[in-house]
């Protein structure tokens, strides 16, 4: 199994964009998906983006058009763009690995191996 360790996180202006990272130690390719959660205290948390091994991508609707996921698994590492942020995107950020191979999701059930989270605030 791998760990994951999220960098990138700040504070930020609403409309503005944000790089977070995900790097990842151990044997990525034993991993099938990459994925990025977030969680506002007291609330569930949400799937926001995930990415398969071959590349194949799914976003949350509350995402989708702003944030981009990518992966360079040669460096370890899985990203997340996001753009146009909104203060409703203020969330600790998670990233997560899953060995599951049968569909995508973003169904945290699916997720084995979590980081600890980065935070990303957005001020209106």
């Known amino acids: 199994q791998v760990q994951l360790l999220e960098s990138g996180g700040g504070s930020v202006q609403a409309g503005d964009s944000l790089r977070l990272s995900c790097s990842v130690s151990g044997d990525i390719d034993s991993t099938y998906r990459l994925g990025w959660f977030r969680q506002v205290p007291g609330a569930e948390c949400e799937g926001v983006a995930t990415?398969?091994?071959?590349?194949?991508?799914m976003y949350a609707d509350s995402v989708m058009g702003r944030f981009t996921i990518s992966q360079d698994r040669a460096k370890y590492t899985v990203y997340l763009r996001m753009s146009s942020l909104k203060p409703e995107d203020t969330a600790i950020y998670y990233c997560a690995a899953s060995y599951d191979s049968t569909y995508i999701t973003l169904i945290e059930d699916f997720y084995t191996n979590w980081g600890q989270g980065t935070q990303v605030t957005v001020s209106s």
């Open positions: 990415i398969d091994r071959d590349g194949t991508t």
